[in-house]
């Protein structure tokens, strides 16, 4: 057997794995080696691809040995509640690989077949064009997702010292790479154009608000320069400073597509920026010829699609809706002073008494939980009323957090077993039945007014209906409101108990009332 039959084999093997791996994590029981199956595919396919050329591997191993450190630091020292920013991080990182592999084929393609050359396979000409768009608009709109997610971008109070070294630190390199580059090139028509849109990505990563007058105007300019370029690169694939443009001009429409994005969407950014990943991973494959990453990178941007549409559809958004539009009050939205007139504030000690007389106790999990780092603390109050017989389960809705699956992680990692975890669609018809929903850090996903009021900016997005219980029991810091911006009424609600506190504090004192009384 050749090595070439024998690489086809290994990568159709990968391809397997690959497979096998998007299907088991469709369930949290076997996410996990379904994780273990991705990885070793990736190996086999990492094998196979290095053992197929001649390299220099001076920079594979250089390349390798940096990339499993990073990969090694996030893995250990990253904690849980921060995932959603890494996911968005690590979505970037592959959008600007696939960005660097195909630049880089297209300059080592046309270098060797000389610099008038105007043909070319136009496969590789227009997945080279779909790479630099697609693998920009990743890199560039997950460096802002990880910005906003970690609260360093669109903020007006004072930032810690790593988050400025990272906003200014970055916003600098962009400008100061674009300027560099535009002089390599004497700032030629092609070269000022990167060279401004460098600059405008600079300028718009230092801003202290995520919309601007205009933006949608930019994010028009900029897709139809973007396909323009695209269009020009397929012509002259010889010009390769055409692509730089067209990776400059991207990334502006990256930026402005996610900058504007409210914390309550982000959910589907961090879905649909894993779709673009796996697209710009594919194209690449198509660059390069690599068949393994033609296929993981198409399972990637397919399954990041499917999830994208059922997040918005949890959201009831379109997403159009959610890259153009807003979420936020309007002028008929009540005033929160007038909503909470009537909020009843209830000690540990009185919520413990309302749980030892009930039968079945529902816990909704939200972004406090997650803030606060409080699911071991819910874990061990549950298991605590589980021991009096007390029917405990957890109440999960699927945009609940900032990505998705966000609270099933947090719960699996407190070893919450997973037939425990119910998803909205599941309790819903039954929480009339509730004795007690305990509600941790959630707001949005249980306002009521999503289903009361036609004229409210969440109107129509499914909720879990925890108001139709006998007692609720919300835990929170403040009456603040959620990423939506407007009051919610179950807080003032009759059924309605207010605890005002911490998540984690709150459990643990909650707990401690349970063990006393």
Not at 168 to 192: D, N, T
Not at 392 to 420: C, F, S, T
Request: aromatic share 8%.
């Amino acid at each position: 057997m050749d090595m070439q039959n024998l690489t086809n084999i290994v990568y159709l093997i990968a391809a397997v794995l690959f497979i096998l791996d998007l299907k088991m994590l469709a369930h949290p029981r076997t996410a996990v080696r379904g994780n273990q199956l991705g990885a070793l595919g990736m190996v086999l396919a990492i094998i196979a691809t290095l053992a197929s050329g001649t390299w220099d591997w001076t920079y594979i191993i250089l390349g390798i040995g940096i990339g499993s450190l990073i990969g090694a630091i996030a893995a250990l020292r990253v904690k849980m509640t921060s995932m959603p920013e890494l996911v968005g991080l690590f979505n970037g990182f592959g959008g600007g690989a696939s960005v660097l592999v195909a630049g880089s084929a297209l300059i080592a393609t046309f270098n060797a077949v000389g610099a008038g050359a105007a043909s070319g396979d136009m496969q590789m000409k227009v997945a080279t064009v779909l790479s630099g768009i697609i693998g920009s608009v990743t890199f560039f709109g997950s460096y802002v997702a990880f910005g906003k997610l970690a609260e360093f971008l669109c903020v007006k109070w004072k930032l810690y010292t790593w988050q400025k070294i990272i906003k200014y630190g970055f916003s600098l390199l962009v400008a100061a790479g674009g300027v560099w580059y535009g002089f390599v090139l004497g700032f030629s028509p092609l070269a000022i154009v990167f060279v401004v849109s460098m600059i405008v990505i600079a300028g718009m990563l230092l801003m202290k608000k995520d919309r601007f007058p205009g933006m949608n105007a930019l994010k028009g300019l900029s897709a139809v320069a973007s396909i323009g370029l695209g269009i020009m690169l397929v012509l002259h694939p010889s010009n390769t400073v055409l692509f730089w443009v067209l990776v400059g001009v991207a990334g502006v429409l990256g930026v402005v597509l996610t900058l504007s994005i409210g914390g309550a969407d982000m959910p589907v950014v961090i879905a649909l920026l894993n779709s673009y990943s796996g697209l710009a991973a594919a194209a690449t494959g198509f660059v390069i010829n690599n068949t393994v990453l033609i296929i993981a990178g198409s399972l990637v941007g397919a399954s990041g699609l499917i999830l994208t549409k059922i997040m918005c559809k949890a959201m009831n958004r379109s997403l159009a809706n959610v890259l153009f539009g807003t979420m936020g009050p309007t002028a008929e939205t009540p005033d929160a002073d007038e909503v909470y007139k009537t909020v009843k504030a209830a000690s540990a000690d009185e919520i413990a008494m309302t749980l030892e007389v009930a039968q079945r106790v529902s816990i909704v999990p939200g972004y406090g939980m997650a803030v606060s780092q409080a699911q071991h603390a819910v874990r061990d109050v549950a298991n605590f009323l589980e021991e009096k017989g007390i029917e405990v389960e957890y109440a999960i809705h699927p945009v609940a957090g900032r990505m998705p699956g966000h609270m099933n992680v947090l719960l699996a990692e407190a070893d919450v077993p997973y037939e425990k975890l119910k998803e909205m669609d599941e309790v819903n018809p039954t929480m009339e039945q509730v004795d007690v929903a305990i509600v941790l850090g959630a707001n949005d996903v249980v306002n009521p007014v999503a289903r009361t009021d036609p004229g409210s900016p969440i109107a129509g997005m499914p909720i879990i209906d925890v108001d139709k219980a006998r007692t609720v029991v919300v835990i929170k810091r403040s009456l603040s409101p959620g990423f939506a911006g407007i009051p919610n009424p179950l807080f003032a609600a009759d059924n309605t108990l207010m605890f005002f506190s911490d998540g984690k504090k709150a459990m643990l004192d909650l707990l401690t009332a349970l063990k006393e009384s």
